[in-house]
């Protein structure tokens, strides 16, 4: 089975603060993929890296960077938290050959509460 | 026009029922298209995924692709209270990004 775990269920942080939210894939994929879900706006693309060192912004990048220094682990970072980033954060990999075997897995998602 | 539309729900439907979850989308060039399914508070998980016209069954579901309409369904037979989730369609066109419609919320009544 397929195993993408994310470090951790919920978190608390405060206005300003330096936010790191991690995610780890246990099958090679290359492929990795950060997302916000709020009510009513669906998932959101925040970041994705199609290989090591390798990031490309996503749909809503602002205020958000990424760091994929290991096939394995996907990194999200926000700088300096603001409360309009208290969200659910979902990592997700995918298998890749360009074909239709690609499959998308999610990890159990971080909710993030800016105080 | 949006690129994956789905009706927001909740659609209800009795225990036992068969609940009828509908995608539409844009892109002509989509080429696979998975069904995931969310509980409240949970992440999205992978139900099922089609590529070809055409029905696919999976135990109690069944996707349905009809590229010609740009329409893709999901048929749950025998729906149980634990069914009610949203289901979120995502069609896939190779070598590029998923996209996610915004869900249908699925209540299933005893």
């Known amino acids: 089975d397929v195993k993408v775990t994310q470090s951790s269920r919920y978190l608390v942080k405060r206005t300003g603060e330096k936010v790191f939210l991690e995610c780890v894939q246990d099958m090679d994929h290359e492929n990795m993929f950060w997302y916000r879900q709020d009510p009513g706006l669906g998932l959101r693309l925040i970041y994705f890296s199609y290989d090591v060192k390798m990031k490309e912004k996503g749909d809503i990048p602002e205020g958000y960077s990424v760091s994929r220094e290991k096939k394995e682990r996907f990194s999200l970072i926000l700088e300096s938290a603001s409360t309009n980033q208290t969200s659910m954060y979902l990592c997700?990999?995918?298998?890749?050959?360009?074909?239709?075997?690609?499959?998308?897995?999610f990890g159990p998602g971080t909710r993030l509460t800016v105080l | 026009q949006k690129e994956v539309e789905q009706n927001s729900g909740p659609l209800s439907v009795p225990e036992g029922a068969i609940a009828s979850l509908n995608c539409t989308y844009s892109d002509r060039g989509s080429q696979s298209f998975f069904w995931y399914r969310q509980y409240s508070g949970k992440s999205p998980e992978l139900i099922m995924f089609i590529y070809s016209n055409g029905d696919k069954e999976d135990g109690r579901f069944t996707a349905q692709l009809n590229k010609a309409s740009q329409y893709v369904s999901l048929l749950i037979r025998d729906s149980q209270p634990s069914d009610s989730a949203t289901y979120l369609c995502a069609p896939y066109r190779y070598g590029q990004n998923f996209v996610f419609g915004p869900g249908t919320r699925l209540s299933v009544l005893p």
């Open positions: 997700a990999s995918r298998t890749y050959s360009g074909g239709g075997a690609d499959t998308q897995y």
